[in-house]
C-alpha cells in the first residue's frame, strides 16, 4: 500500500507516524522544506518540497502509484484541490481531505462523486466538540469510544484512592456486579500497558479501559466510584472554531453554558451567532474572573483556545477553585500522560480525533471504525466478522491472538455479547477488539485471510 500525505503540520505528521511505523509505504508532500527535512530525520518516509496543488509536484511524489491521497494542509482549498487532481489524474482508490469550513464539509455535494470525489472530509475542531460531547454524557470517564451504531461504549478512566475495587482482583468484579457484563480490555499503571488477567489486581492511581453495553455504562462508571450527575452549568475558555461549536452542541442540550474570550471583537460576533450562552469578554486564565463566574458551582470548565499552555494552566486553576470536572484541548501528544497526573479531569487531542477517521480505511479486513488510544501505545476497532477469517467459528480459548489483544465485545443481531474463553465469533458478527499498537500487523492476518474475498 502507498499512501501520499499533503500537508507536513501536526495532523499530517501523526498520521504518518502512524503508517511508516507499521511499514506502509508513506510520501509526505509539503511547501516547507526544513519541517520535510525534520520529519524525515524522526521517520521512515519520502518527502517532497511543493504544494500538493501542483500537478507536477503530485506527478514527482508517483500520484499513479497510490493507494490513498491524504490531504490535511490548512487550507481547505488546497486539500479540496488535490483530491480533485487525483482523482483526474489517477485511479487512486480513496481521497481525504481535511476540510475545517463546516459548510464544506460533511454532506456537502461538492465532495460527491459527481464533483470533487472526495471519500472523506475531516474536520479536526469538529470531532474534537463530538469527542467533549461524549465526555458530557459520560462524566466520570475520561475517554469515550462508540461502537456498533452507539450501542457499545468503551470507556477510560483513573480509579480513585477511595474506589471500592482498589485491592480487588479482575476475577472478583462479575461477583461484585451479578447482571452487570464487563470487560477490562487494559490497565494501565505509570504509563504502561498492563495485559489484564483474573488475577490482576487494581491499585489506586490505575487507568482502566472497560467496555460494556451502552445502556449501563453509567452504572458501570458508578461501580467504579465515578461520578455520572449530567453538568448543568458549563464555562468554555476559548472562542474559536471548536469553542463555538461546542458551545452551539451544549445550547441544543438545554445546559447553561458560558463562553469566555479574549478578543473583544471575537466577542461581538460569537454574541450575535450564540443564542443562549452568555458570552464574556475576559482571561479564562484570569483567578478573579474564574470567581465572579462562581467557578465552584461549575460542573464542567473546558478549556479549548489555540494556546495549550492557557488551556492547561486555566483547568488547573479551574480546579483548584473547586470546578466539578475540567477538560482541556491539547494538541501535542507529549503532554497528554502528564496533565491527568496533575488532576485534569479530561483531555481532547484535535489529531486524535482526525486519525481515528482515517484509520478505518488504512486497516486490512472489513473495518468499521478505528481509534489509537493514550499516545498511540494501542488501537480499538470495530470489524465485522468474515467467513473467510481464522478468527470465526472457533472457541477463543483456541486462537491464538497476539499478547494483549483482547475482544471486548460482540454484536449479533439486536444481541450484545461481553465474551469469554467459550466465546465464538460468528460469520457477520460486529466485534470490537483492542489491541496494542505492536501487534496489529499479527492481527491484521487472522482477520483477512482469503484477499480474493475483497475482489
Known amino acids: 500500500m502507498k499512501v501520499i500525505i499533503i500537508g507536513a503540520g501536526e495532523v499530517g505528521y501523526h498520521i504518518a507516524d502512524v503508517l511508516s511505523h507499521e511499514g506502509i509505504d508513506t510520501v509526505v508532500i509539503d511547501k516547507d522544506e526544513e519541517r520535510l527535512r525534520d520529519i524525515a530525520e524522526t521517520l521512515d518516509i519520502q518527502t517532497v518540497v511543493g504544494s500538493g496543488s501542483s500537478p507536477e509536484v503530485l506527478k514527482r511524489a508517483e500520484i499513479v502509484n497510490a493507494d490513498m491521497v491524504v490531504a490535511v494542509t490548512d487550507s481547505d482549498e488546497t486539500n479540496m484541490i488535490a483530491c480533485l487532481l487525483a482523482s483526474t489524474q489517477s485511479r487512486i482508490p480513496i481521497r481525504i481531505a481535511r476540510i475545517r469550513n463546516p459548510e464544506l464539509g460533511g454532506d456537502c455535494l461538492l465532495c460527491n462523486k459527481d464533483h470533487l470525489n472526495i471519500d472523506l472530509s475531516i474536520n479536526p475542531e469538529l470531532e474534537a466538540v463530538r469527542k467533549m460531547t461524549a465526555l458530557l454524557e459520560f462524566p466520570g470517564a475520561a475517554e469515550v469510544f462508540s461502537f456498533a451504531g452507539g450501542r457499545i461504549r468503551l470507556l477510560g478512566f483513573g480509579i480513585d484512592p477511595d474506589a471500592a475495587v482498589v485491592g480487588k482482583r479482575l476475577s472478583e468484579l462479575r461477583a461484585l456486579t451479578p447482571g452487570l457484563k464487563v470487560l477490562i480490555t487494559s490497565m494501565v499503571r505509570n504509563e504502561k500497558f498492563l495485559v489484564p488477567t483474573g488475577d490482576s489486581v487494581i491499585e489506586a492511581g490505575d487507568y482502566l479501559f472497560a467496555v460494556a453495553d451502552a445502556a449501563r455504562s453509567g ?49 461581538e460576533h460569537l454574541s450575535a451567532r450564540l443564542e443562549k450562552t452568555v458570552v464574556l469578554h475576559g482571561d479564562g486564565t484570569s483567578q478573579e474572573l474564574l470567581k465572579e463566574e462562581n467557578i465552584q458551582d461549575t460542573d464542567f470548565f473546558i478549556a479549548v483556545t489555540n494556546d495549550e499552555e492557557a488551556n492547561i494552566l486555566g483547568a488547573l486553576l479551574a480546579k483548584q477553585l473547586g470546578a466539578r470536572k475540567v477538560i482541556s484541548l491539547i494538541k501535542r501528544v507529549d503532554y497528554i500522560p502528564l496533565v491527568g497526573r496533575v488532576g485534569i479531569d479530561g483531555v481532547i487531542n484535535p489529531r486524535h480525533a482526525a486519525v481515528s477517521r482515517i484509520l478505518h480505511f488504512i486497516r486490512k479486513g472489513k473495518i468499521i471504525s478505528a481509534a489509537p488510544l493514550r499516545d498511540e501505545k494501542a488501537e480499538v476497532f470495530e470489524f465485522v466478522a468474515l467467513e473467510t477469517s481464522d478468527i470465526t467459528d472457533h472457541p477463543f480459548k483456541e486462537i491464538h491472538f497476539p499478547r494483549g489483544t483482547i475482544v471486548g465485545a460482540i454484536v449479533r443481531g439486536e444481541e450484545i455479547i461481553i465474551p469469554g474463553g467459550d466465546s465464538v465469533i460468528r460469520p457477520g458478527d460486529h466485534c470490537v477488539i483492542f489491541t496494542p499498537r505492536s501487534a496489529i500487523a499479527q492481527l491484521e492476518k487472522l482477520l483477512t485471510v482469503k484477499l480474493e474475498y475483497f475482489g
Open 219 to 267: 452504572e458501570l462508571l458508578r461501580f467504579f466510584g465515578k461520578d455520572t450527575d449530567p453538568p448543568r452549568r458549563i464555562i468554555i475558555i476559548g472562542g474559536g472554531n471548536t469553542g463555538f461549536m461546542l458551545a452551539e452542541t451544549i445550547e441544543r442540550m438545554g445546559v447553561t453554558v458560558k463562553l469566555i474570550e479574549k478578543r473583544r471583537d471575537k466577542c
